[in-house]
């Protein structure tokens, strides 16, 4: 009876744990449900492609890995709502960290070409969601209202 106890208890134990297993692997943990197998912080590096749902542009990022580990970009769009519409303008920041499966800079900056010297400092966040995909949030630094938010997919490395 004794030996029929312990085999029972480590049968429900080990039951308990496989069947919590299904729902912990589910949980909705905004760390785990972007971040995918195979996605490393590393992968970053490259040229990344999306159509922006704000106004339809095609929004073209390279990242690249700086000397210090800091990531930089440099990108621009079709259509760039913030410098009035216009297509001429670019992107760039060079103080992206990462940590973990997302990166973050406080200094994405819009270059408004046909306006010299006009600028819109933007907050970043990009989260990965494979290795081929993240989803990029850019925020207004000055009101820290969301501007837009696209999925990138990689196209080279």
């Not at 990022?61 to 913030?82: P, Q």
């Not at 600028?119 to 837009?148: G, H, P």
Request: glycine share 10%; with cysteine; proline share 3%.
């Amino acid at each position: 009876m004794k030996n029929l106890l312990v085999i029972s208890a480590a049968l429900v134990s080990t039951l308990g744990v496989v069947s919590i297993a299904p729902a912990l692997a589910n949980a909705d943990d905004s760390e785990s449900k972007h971040a995918a197998a195979g996605s490393r912080p590393g992968d970053i590096a490259g040229r990344w492609e999306g159509t922006d749902p704000l106004d339809g542009g095609q929004a073209t990022r390279t990242f690249t890995r700086n000397d210090d580990g800091k990531i930089s970009l440099i990108g621009g769009d079709t259509h760039i709502t913030l410098c009035g519409g216009g297509d001429d303008g670019t992107y760039s920041f060079s103080d992206g960290v990462v940590r973990g499966h997302k990166m973050a800079s406080d200094n994405f900056i819009v270059q408004c070409l046909p306006q010299p010297g006009a600028s819109v400092r933007l907050l970043a966040r990009y989260k990965m969601i494979s290795s081929d995909q993240m989803v990029e949030t850019l925020t207004r630094a000055d009101t820290n209202v969301e501007v837009t938010e696209v999925i990138l997919t990689k196209m080279s490395r």
